[in-house]
């Protein structure tokens, strides 16, 4: 009984070895992009830890955040800062709270972006960013009470749009059909696709790179 035991040690060690060096590369090329602010590398070696190493941490998805809120995919940072300014704790759930502030304080949603800097400081007194950001915004409003009022009559006007990544593909796309890489600007709008679904707004313009595509490799 005793051989028999350590020989399923034996046999069981190597895979676990294995496990634990892949999650450990991952993790290191998950640091490395976005020290480099490789942001789109980032974006997916974050979501490979998530997804496929399941290091459903928060430090893990704010760290996905902020790689989507610096690659210009607002909407995805924000879904992903959301659940984590509303956990437990208060380090993390602070400092998502603020980002989501900028956020929406930069689509002049002032009002949800005063809210958040105050859940920031809520959670954690000592996130001075927080507390800069929220007494700058309360003032600024004190004095703009007009901007308030409008602030509705915005928020109905919002749609979902391309993020300021998606327009970015789209252009390095545009680059290529220029030069009649048809190819390739379709590669590049599936690869953006994969990590920013509002790449979806040129579906039209991705199905007619699929067409063109078909007829040259069909003549």
């Given at each position: ?66 790689s ?11 879904k ?54 929220y ?11 007009e ?15 391309p ?6 593909m ?19 709008m ?30």
């Amino acid at each position: 009984m005793l051989s028999r035991y350590f020989l399923w040690i034996l046999l069981f060690l190597p895979a676990d070895w294995e496990k634990i060096a892949a999650t450990n590369a991952a993790i290191a090329a998950a640091e490395r992009s976005f020290k480099e602010t490789d942001f789109e590398n980032s974006i997916r070696n974050h979501l490979s830890l998530l997804e496929e190493h399941g290091l459903n941490h928060p430090e893990v998805r704010f760290n996905l955040a902020l790689s989507y809120q610096n690659n210009g995919q607002e909407e995805d940072a924000k879904k992903t800062y959301e659940p984590l300014a509303s956990s437990t704790g208060s380090s993390i759930p602070s400092y998502a709270a603020n980002q989501q502030g900028v956020l929406l304080g930069n689509e002049q949603k002032y009002r949800e972006a005063l809210s958040y800097f105050k859940t920031a400081l809520l959670k954690n007194p000592n996130n001075e960013k927080a507390r800069y950001n929220y007494e700058l915004l309360s003032r600024w409003l004190e004095g703009n009470e007009e901007e308030q009022e409008n602030e509705e009559d915005r928020e109905d006007e919002d749609q979902i749009k391309p993020s300021n990544y998606a327009k970015r593909m789209k252009a390095q796309a545009d680059e290529m059909v220029d030069r009649f890489q048809f190819d390739e600007a379709l590669e590049i709008m599936e690869n953006a696709l994969e990590i920013d679904e509002t790449v979806a707004h040129y579906q039209k313009f991705m199905d007619h790179l699929n067409e063109i595509n078909e007829i040259n490799t069909n003549p």
